[in-house]
């Protein structure tokens, strides 16, 4: 079966700095992967999605990219702020359609001061 | 202006005892989703709507059931919560391929 993989270690990071998180997919591509930000005991929140046949998307300081060859996905927060700090899960929809995600376990990003 | 609501917040059931989730939107969205998400797990999707369309993923035991009276309001029923049931229950609507959640209920199982 299709599987999302991410980093399940945290990602700790300077504020300022540009924070990347990967996504990785198996077997066949999505027909598009999106990206949520998940704070405790919250809902995951949409921030954005990247379609299979675009390499790249940006939303003030997202960036996403999709690279069907390496089978992956990157998603980029540049100048990185304390209130940056969430868990990220990546999805993917293997749905052939029915507009059903697979999620991944999300990476923790912590911003230190 | 809540757009996604799940009451409630937090539920304690007894092993066993039936429990209700319920999930209300303003969006008028058709499509809505029931899903489980264990600590520092993935969410896991349990039931799918597509306006009165069901779809029940292959692997969401049979103890769950859901109901959905009409485009606003949603609800998952747990026959017999056991101990592995204990989880977040997440509701989400989706339109344009965006899903936008609510904020979720915290099953405890005593």
């Known amino acids: 079966s299709q599987k999302i993989e991410q980093n399940s270690e945290a990602l700790n990071i300077q504020e300022g700095k540009t924070a990347t998180l990967t996504c990785n997919y198996t077997?066949?591509?999505?027909?598009?992967l999106q990206w949520y930000r998940q704070d405790p005991g919250r809902g995951p929140v949409f921030l954005l999605l990247i379609r299979e046949n675009e390499k790249e998307k940006r939303k003030e300081r997202l960036k996403v990219t999709f690279d069907t060859t390496l089978k992956q996905s990157l998603f980029h927060i540049t100048a990185s702020q304390p209130a940056d700090s969430a868990t990220y899960l990546c999805?993917?929809?293997?749905?052939?359609?029915?507009?059903?995600?697979?999620f991944g376990t999300g990476t923790k990003l912590q911003v230190i001061p | 202006d809540a757009m996604v609501i799940q009451n409630p917040r937090y539920q304690v059931t007894q092993f066993g005892k039936p429990v209700t989730l319920s999930c209300s939107q303003t969006l008028n969205h058709n499509v809505m989703y029931w899903y489980q998400q264990k600590s520092s797990q993935a969410p896991k999707l349990l039931f799918h709507y597509y306006d009165k369309d069901f779809n029940n993923e292959a692997d969401t035991p049979d103890n769950f059931q859901s109901r959905r009276p009409n485009t606003s309001f949603c609800f998952l029923d747990i026959r017999s919560p056991g101990l592995g049931d204990a989880a977040m229950y997440l509701c989400a609507t989706s339109r344009d391929l965006k899903q936008y959640f609510g904020p979720g209920t915290r099953l405890t199982v005593l």
């Open positions: 077997n066949y591509s999505p027909a598009y």
């Open positions: 999805a993917g929809d293997f749905s052939g359609g029915y507009q059903k995600v697979t």
